[in-house]
Nanobody, 123 residues
Framework: QVQLVESGGGLVQAGGSLRLSCAAS????????MGWKRQAPGKQRELVAA???????NYADSVKGRFTISRDNAKNTVSLQMNSLKPEDTAVYYC?????????????????WGRGTLVTVSS
């Protein structure tokens, strides 16, 4: 079974930095898209950043220029470097993978989610 495990969340002051990491496991053969989404209290889950296996990236307007997503296809990991953090970045951040092919039968998972990691930015 494919699993995503996040790490790196925590408490930081406004203007500070954090780096989130996510590792996918489970006899993975390929992953099309990996990314991060977040959900703040009382709000809907929203895209933060995503990256394809070819390295194309997409960012939410609110994080452009501050956050950088990167990926290691060989290790099935994705990271999110977050700089110049703002209180409004406070949320649970979820690692997300789409188009995951895994196992001896090359089963295709449409979408897999991590359990989330809390990022709190104090003012």
């Amino acid at each position: 079974q494919v699993q995503l495990v996040e790490s790196g969340g925590g408490l930081v002051q406004a203007g500070g930095s954090l780096r989130l990491s996510c590792a996918a496991s489970g006899s993975i053969l390929s992953i099309n898209l990996m990314g991060w989404k977040r959900q703040a209290p009382g709000k809907q889950r929203e895209l933060v950043a995503a990256i394809t296996s070819g390295g194309s990236t997409n960012y939410a307007d609110s994080v452009k220029g501050r956050f950088t997503i990167s990926r290691d296809n060989a290790k099935n990991t994705v990271s999110l470097q977050m700089n110049s953090l703002k209180p409004e970045d406070t949320a649970v951040y979820y690692c997300n993978a789409e188009g995951v092919v895994a196992g001896t039968s090359s089963y295709r998972y449409r979408e897999v989610w991590g359990r989330g990691t809390l990022v709190t930015v104090s003012s």
